[in-house]
């Protein structure tokens, strides 16, 4: 089992920047794959980013390149989405996900095993 919780979202003005963590806990988090979606409203959940075991591979979507990067801490059993340049087309509840079957990134969704609750980010326009 893997537990996951988003933290760092909130309401932010066009052209600023916020950074999402997620929290992991459970198996060994330097283990496997972590991954960052997305799901505006009335819209069906989209991959943003995805990130491997240790952190030497990442994989972005390609409408989130440049401004959003994914890293992770081992140490501190956390991965991260920065995000910058934001639009008012990123408003969307932010998820994480955990791959524990793979070591490198994945954009496909239903091979991730964990989510967490997610976290809402609003971009004013």
């Not at 409203?41 to 989209?46: A, H, L, Q, V």
């Amino acid at each position: 089992q893997v537990q996951l919780v988003e933290s760092g979202g909130g309401l932010v003005q066009a052209g600023g920047s916020l950074r999402l963590s997620c929290a992991a806990s459970g198996r060994p988090f330097s283990r496997y794959a972590m991954g960052w979606f997305r799901q505006a409203p009335g819209k069906e959940r989209e991959f943003v980013a995805a990130i491997s075991w240790s952190g030497g591979s990442t994989y972005y979507a390609d409408y989130v390149k440049g401004p959003f990067t994914i890293s992770r801490d081992n140490a501190k059993n956390t991965v991260y989405l920065q995000m910058n340049s934001l639009k008012h087309e990123d408003t969307a509840v932010y998820y994480c996900a955990a791959d524990v079957s793979r070591q490198r990134p994945n954009w496909r969704e239903y091979e991730y095993d964990y989510w967490g609750q997610g976290t809402q980010v609003t971009v004013s326009s």
